[in-house]
């Protein structure tokens, strides 16, 4: 009964704005008259669209707040992307609005259905109320009778196929489509992926926080209390010192481990002066000579210059074991709203992402892909026999 009520209220709202609509274009068709008639036909024709568009989405909320509060079902929105498009006549284009307007049609017919429901539950009612008034044959009120019962019980199977239809063409035509759920899903898994990014990122630097307050700082204490002993007790005996080297220099070796898988896990130098001196830092440590050029007058976010921290270092690396190359350039740049990454070897050439993600035994180019795929980012790989070799990332800055 509340389908029947909406849909008269629906039917009589888009009525009236569609029959004033086409009679201002009729009008305008067959002559107008004075010219202060013919503005405001040709307002009439302007205004319509907005207002039908406007009350077709106050009709579908109303709808779905009916179906929510009835029959418990919540219908989603579906995608907004109507919104983005020109407006007034660009949410037209869209086909969720005529999907809208086919459900509000329809449900003139679920009002009618209603209304056969609710004669079935009245029916006995009306059945006394007849054979009181209108004291028919005793042939007749038995048929009306036996009529009034087998209606009674038809009502309740009756009403639940309406209740259903009902609820089926709601999510049909009010609810987002197969390709906008298609849309909101991925949406929904960019963001997630997006979150799950920024969650590692801030977990690594938390570890390495952890670590270099922690760990590093204790390994330091325990490095410089065995120097201190392997100098002062140097008339021990030779066992004993010997004991007391080893163990500084398993120390310092612990040390240099714990600095290099904590640089690893996130550089902090990257957080404490960006990127260009957290590239600079890396080039100073590579094995090879490495130029770094670095142009990026607003910074990315911190997840994305950490996927292109780790993805130029891990180039280099490559560079050192595979490529047999006596140089490397990298340069970093940023163009509008992707951060581009490009890291040339004069090495030997030859490097592919092959299906293991190996090249010359395990050059990890396909690791390099995935950081990138992370952010939404791409990397391509140009390097033919001979060299050079061209690894090439594009990152956009917000992910």
């Avoid at 957080?271 to 910074?299: E, F, H, I, T, Y």
């Avoid at 970093?332 to 090249?359: K, P, Q, S, W, Y």
Wanted: aromatic share 4%; hydrophobic share 50%.
């Amino acid at each position: 009964m509340t389908a029947l009520l909406v849909a008269a209220v629906g039917t009589a709202l888009l009525g009236v704005i569609g029959i004033v609509w086409g009679a201002a274009i009729y009008t305008l068709l067959t002559g107008a008259g004075d010219a202060a008639h013919v503005a405001l036909y040709v307002a009439a024709v302007i205004v319509g669209p907005v207002a039908e568009l406007s009350a077709v989405q106050g009709v579908t909320a109303l709808q779905r707040s009916r179906l929510r509060a009835v029959a418990g079902t919540d219908i989603p929105t579906g995608s907004r992307s109507s919104e983005r498009k020109p407006w007034p006549l660009g949410p037209w284009l869209q086909s969720c609005i005529w999907r809208q307007i086919g459900f509000h049609l329809l449900s003139i017919g679920i009002g009618a259905a209603a209304g056969v429901v609710a004669v079935c539950w009245l029916a006995p009612a009306l059945a006394i109320t007849y054979l009181i008034v209108g004291a028919p044959a005793a042939a007749a009120a038995a048929v009306i009778c036996a009529s009034a019962i087998i209606m009674l019980l038809a009502a309740p199977w009756l009403a639940l196929q309406v209740a259903r239809a009902d609820e089926k063409l709601g999510r049909a035509l009010l609810g987002p489509s197969r390709s906008e759920e298609l849309a909101l899903r991925l949406e929904s898994l960019t963001r997630s992926r997006a979150a799950i990014v920024a969650a590692t990122d801030t977990e690594r630097r938390r570890i390495e926080r952890d670590l270099h307050d922690g760990a590093q700082q204790r390994l330091v204490s325990l490095a410089m209390n065995l120097g201190v002993a392997r100098e002062r007790f140097g008339e021990v005996p030779q066992p004993v010192k010997q004991v007391i080297a080893e163990a500084h220099e398993e120390a310092l070796l612990a040390l240099s481990e714990v600095r290099e898988f904590i640089r690893g896990l996130h550089p902090a130098v990257l957080n404490d002066r960006g990127l260009n001196a957290a590239l600079s830092g890396l080039a100073a440590r590579a094995p090879l000579p490495v130029g770094v050029k670095v142009d990026v007058p607003q910074p990315a976010s911190p997840s994305v210059e950490a996927v292109a921290y780790f993805i130029v270092s891990e180039a280099i690396t490559n560079v050192a074991k595979h490529a047999h190359a006596t140089k490397a350039e990298v340069t970093v740049a940023r163009h509008g709203d992707l951060l581009r990454i490009a890291i040339v070897d004069n090495g030997v050439g030859g490097a592919t992402v092959g299906a293991d993600g190996d090249h010359h035994g395990g050059t990890g180019l396909r690791g390099l892909t995935q950081r990138a795929a992370s952010v939404d980012g791409t990397l391509t790989v140009d390097s033919p026999p001979g060299g050079p070799t061209i690894i090439t990332a594009e990152l956009p800055c917000e992910s």
